[in-house]
DNA sequence: TATGAAATTTACCATTT
DNA sequence: AAATGGTAAATTTCATA
C-alpha cells in the first residue's frame, strides 16, 4: 500500500519536486513517452496523494517575514487530542504544527516580521485553551530550506503494477 | 527594498502558491490581464527572487519517509561559522537546517523511514566535525505543514512602482 | 508596462494497439 | 497502459502604444 512506484514515475516526481511548472511534454521528452502518457500517471499519483499539490517558494523576507521561529506550545489537552494545534495552525504566521512526543506539546514554525510581530503572536497562543505556556527559539540564519524528499531508486518495478 | 510589490503581483503571487501548475492564461483571466503581461511580471518576480521556485509537495509516507522528527545539534563552531550547517544539509533525508540563537545550534528538520533509519542519520550527524551533540524530538502526528504564507493586503501601490 | 497579433508549442480527448 | 492523431487552448515573442 505504500508506494507502487516504478522508474518513470519516480522520475516525475523528480522533475516535478525541481520545478513544478515544467510542461508536461517537456516531462514525457525526459522520460521518453508520450505526453498523454506522462499526463494520466501524474493524475494518478494525484489521485493516490502521492503529489499532494503544487506550490510556489516564496521568499519570506521579500515579503515582510523574515524572521523565523520555532516555538515549543505545551497544553494540557487530553492524549491524542489535537484540537489546540488546529487553533494554532488558524492563525496567520503560523506554517506548521507538529505534535511531538516526549511532552504533551507541539512544535509549531513560525514566519513574522520582527519580534514585535513574534510577541503578537505569542499573545494569541496564549489565548488558545489548554495552552500552559511556550518557549520560543529564534532562527538566526537558515542554511537551508526545501532540500528535496530523497526519492527511492528503482531499478524496475517494486512489487507490482500500479492499481 | 523589501516589496515593491502592487495588487496585482499579490495575486499573482497567492494563485501561484496556491497551485504552481495553474496556467499562465488562467492566471491572466482572474486577474484581469493579457497573459503576455502576466508572464513578464511573474518573470520579475523570479528574477528579483520573491518567487523563489516551484515545487511538487509529495507525501513523506507515500515515498518511504514517514517518520518526522526535529533534531538539536549542538557544536563547537566559531560565532557564526555553518560549515557544520552546510555538511548536515547535505545529507539525505535532512530537509532543513536552521541555524538558532541560545546556544550554538542548529535544529534539523528530518525524514526518515523509521527509527532504524533516524538511528544511522543521528549517527552520521556525530560524524560531522565540531558536532558536540545531538537531541531529537519525534513528531507523532503532523497537524499541519505548508500553511501558506500570509501575503500583504494592498489597496493600490505600496511606495511606488516596481523597479 | 500593457496590449494584441502571430507563430509555435502544448494540453486534451477519443480512439487504437 | 501506452501511443496516435486532431482540435482547441496556451505559451511566447514581438511590434506597438
Redesign the pocket.
Known amino acids: 500500500m505504500a508506494y507502487d512506484l ?1 522508474r ?1 514515475d519516480v522520475q516525475i516526481l523528480r522533475l516535478l519536486q525541481e520545478n513544478a511548472r515544467i ?4 516531462i ?1 521528452r525526459e522520460v ?6 506522462v ?3 501524474i493524475r ?1 499519483l494525484e489521485r493516490r496523494q502521492v503529489i499532494l499539490g503544487y506550490t510556489a517558494q516564496l521568499n519570506p523576507a521579500a515579503l515582510g517575514r523574515g524572521l523565523t521561529a520555532f516555538t515549543n506550545v505545551r497544553t494540557e489537552e487530553a492524549v491524542g487530542a489535537t484540537e489546540a494545534g488546529e487553533e494554532l495552525a488558524r492563525l496567520p504566521g503560523v506554517q506548521e504544527v507538529h505534535h511531538t512526543a516526549g511532552q504533551d506539546c507541539y512544535l509549531v514554525k513560525l514566519r513574522v516580521a520582527d519580534t514585535t510581530a513574534l510577541a503578537q503572536l505569542l499573545k494569541q497562543f496564549g489565548a488558545v485553551p489548554t495552552v500552559r505556556d511556550t518557549r520560543t527559539t529564534i532562527v538566526l540564519t537558515t542554511v537551508c530550506e526545501s532540500n528535496p524528499l530523497p526519492l527511492p531508486d528503482l531499478e524496475a518495478g517494486e512489487g507490482g ?3
Open positions: 516504478d518513470i510542461s508536461n511534454a517537456a514525457a521518453g513517452m508520450a505526453p498523454s502518457a499526463l494520466e500517471r494518478k503494477r500500479q492499481a
